[in-house]
């Protein structure tokens, strides 16, 4: 329906504003709506005031504080990845048809700022709405019912959680079960990713799946004019050309219900829908928007599906059930099938600590092979949901390399300058990050753990995720000493060299002097999603490139999920079989030579 008059509308807006109001609720957290607010979004006082609900004189404190101003604003680097942010509400992102969004909520809108100007962007509601055979399911502001404000429900205000990396991400519970959520995350300088999930928590099957993402041009300089002669729509692509013809905003979702575009507000659509989710079940759909210059739209547009962005995305391992758990680090004596808090008796008293796993079938007397394990960094929250403690005990890979059998498994920990402590970031401590007690601390735990529990030291393989795929060759191959400890190696995503990280010693250079360490000895290098794009392909790009660093017996795998995270070893599936073969066949004794005669 629609309101009587303008004015009844602009009360209407004003109230909503108010109720949206956010406090922060931190110094952090006012500091970085303030920078967003008044270097980004232009924003005045009263719009300040409105989306956080403080008083002048408390906006007027704060900024001073922070010596936040206009003028204050740090320069965007040439090149930088586009510039995504939470919208912050307190300024509806509708030129028109206001009375179709009152309540605008602010938890599912974002900003995406234009690469050719620092002052326009546009407003992606990410999502708008949720329809299902339910009927309305969830709405981003009040304009009709949904099935719960036809209860009566009110669903609780939420915020994106800023992840790195510019990343955005939410997620929502319905009270009926349904889960919800969308991620954003910059794509180069001038594009930006994005998902929406569902899971369907319900006891029934959910069809007729689709949702409403809307892209609002109010703030985009010369592209504000409430015409649909501006608009490109070839599903799934929805577009808008500026007044000099020679720019263009672009939007497009696969799989997708319809492109469309609405003068008044005025905004963009390419609207995706689901397949029917059964209980249980999770549906996904993914989007992208850019930022072009240029005048032949639909030759961009070919161009754009000659990238194969529309393909299927590469799984998430959520969507696959674990058949592993990885068992829980508990104080006590070590015991088959028990993961344990260890210390070796030179660090007693202090807080390096490892975590040491005896396999189910562990006998005393016995032969076993070792796999060592080092972790990520931590924390870490990444934007597929992957987490990172950088702990011993958060590492998940030696055990499901070896489903807990026959393998010994010592996950290590990286060492402060003092060797008194375990560190989650990198190793030693900034800006030297020395790796010296991080290698002496490996070197003794892994003769220690051999000689006390049966642990063969011929058939002892290094493997770690991120921070400790590279420690396989930054830690692993640091010196001549502790690279002899090794007969294989697993590295998950990164590898020493192919960038540097910034602490001493990660160039290509000295990387290239450890690689020569290796001598031969394999090395099972896996990736994040298929054989092409990401870590797996620039390290094979890096490899490739260093000729005469020795002889390599080099294995790329990828593991066939999306997922920056050791956890879709505990799953099942293709991936982990070969990397099981791998290491079967790494630790096999090698086979008996001839006589000589």
Same mark, same amino acid.
């Given at each position: 329906m629609r309101f009587a008059g303008t004015a009844l509308i602009a009360l209407l807006v004003a109230a909503a504003h108010a109720e949206q109001s956010r406090a922060p609720g931190s110094d952090p957290d006012l500091r970085f709506w303030l920078e967003n607010?008044?270097? &980004?979004?232009? =924003? $005045?006082?009263g719009e300040i005031e409105s989306a956080t609900g403080l008083a002048a004189d408390e906006v007027q404190s704060a900024l001073e504080r922070f010596g936040i101003r206009p003028e204050t604003k740090p320069p965007r680097a040439e090149g930088a990845p586009l510039l995504v942010l939470p919208y912050p509400g307190g300024r509806h992102p509708r030129v028109g048809f206001l009375d179709g969004a009152v309540d605008p909520q602010r938890e599912t809108k974002l900003s995406a700022f234009a690469p050719w100007d620092a002052s326009s962007y546009a407003v992606v509601d990410l999502p708008e709405a949720i329809w299902s055979n339910l009927g309305l399911t969830y709405l981003a502001h009040t304009h009709i019912d949904t099935i719960w404000s036809a209860r009566g429900v009110e669903l609780e205000a939420l915020e994106w959680d800023r992840?790195?990396?510019?990343?955005?991400?939410? %997620?929502? +519970?319905?009270p009926n079960g349904i889960r919800f959520g969308a991620?954003?995350?910059?794509?180069? #300088?001038?594009?930006? /990713?994005? %998902?929406?999930? @569902? &899971?369907?928590?319900?006891?029934? +099957?959910?069809?007729? @799946?689709?949702?409403?993402?809307?892209?609002?041009?109010?703030a985009m300089a010369g592209f504000a004019a409430q015409t649909a002669d501006n608009k490109v729509l070839r599903a799934p692509y929805a577009a808008c050309r500026d007044e000099s013809g020679r720019r263009w905003v672009i939007t497009a979702w696969e799989p997708v219900h319809r492109a469309w575009q609405n003068p008044p507000v005025p905004c963009l659509h390419s609207d995706?829908?689901?397949?029917?989710?059964?209980?249980? $079940?999770?549906? !996904?759909? &993914?989007? !992208?928007?850019?930022?072009w210059e240029g005048e032949d739209i639909e030759a961009e547009l070919g161009r754009l599906d000659a990238t194969g962005w529309r393909e299927a995305q590469v799984p998430d391992i959520r969507e696959a059930e674990p058949d592993l758990t990885a068992p829980p680090m508990v104080d006590g004596e070590p015991a088959p099938g028990r993961r344990v808090r260890a210390v070796l008796p030179s660090h007693a008293g202090t807080g390096v600590y490892h975590a040491l796993y005896l396999p189910s079938d562990w006998t005393p007397g016995g032969n076993h092979p070792v796999l060592v394990e080092f972790a990520g960094n931590g924390? =870490?929250? $990444?934007? &597929?949901? %992957?987490? /990172?403690?950088?702990?011993? %005990? $958060? /590492? +998940?890979?030696? =055990?499901g390399l070896s489903a807990g059998r026959g393998c010994v498994w010592l996950c290590l920990p990286y060492l402060n300058a003092a060797g008194d402590a375990n560190v989650t970031q990198w190793w030693g401590d900034p800006p030297g990050h020395d790796p010296a007690p991080t290698v002496a601390y490996a070197k003794a735990a892994v003769r220690a753990v051999c000689g006390r529990y049966g642990g063969d030291p011929d058939r002892v393989v290094l493997c770690g995720f991120s921070r400790g795929a590279i420690a396989c060759n930054f830690i692993g191959l640091h010196d001549d000493e502790i690279a002899g400890l090794w007969c294989g190696f697993a590295a998950f995503s990164h590898y020493d060299g192919v960038r540097d990280w910034g602490y001493p010693g990660a160039g290509r250079g000295p990387a290239v002097e450890r690689l020569r360490r290796l001598g031969g000895r394999p090395q099972l290098i896996m990736g994040e999603g298929r054989r092409e794009g990401g870590n797996l392909s620039a390290t094979a790009r890096y490899l490739d490139g260093i000729p005469g660093a020795g002889p390599r017996s080099l294995t790329f795998l990828p593991t066939g999920f999306r997922n920056h995270d050791? #956890?879709?070893?505990?799953?099942?599936? #293709? #991936?982990?079989?070969? +990397?099981?073969?791998?290491l079967a066949e790494t630790l096999a004794p090698a086979p008996a030579q001839p006589p000589l005669h």
């Open positions: 607010m008044v270097w &980004h979004h232009g =924003y $005045g006082r992840g790195p990396g510019r990343t955005l991400r939410f %997620e929502r +519970a319905l991620w954003a995350s910059p794509l180069g #300088a001038s594009g930006l /990713s994005m %998902e929406l999930w @569902l &899971h369907n928590g319900t006891g029934e +099957a959910l069809t007729d @799946l689709r949702a409403q993402t809307c892209v609002m041009l109010k995706p829908e689901f397949p029917d989710c059964p209980p249980a $079940g999770t549906v !996904r759909a &993914h989007g !992208r928007l850019w930022f924390p =870490y929250r $990444g934007p &597929h949901g %992957e987490i /990172s403690s950088g702990r011993p %005990e $958060g /590492s +998940a890979l030696g =055990y050791d #956890a879709w070893i505990l799953r099942p599936g #293709a #991936a982990r079989e070969a +990397a099981r073969a791998w």
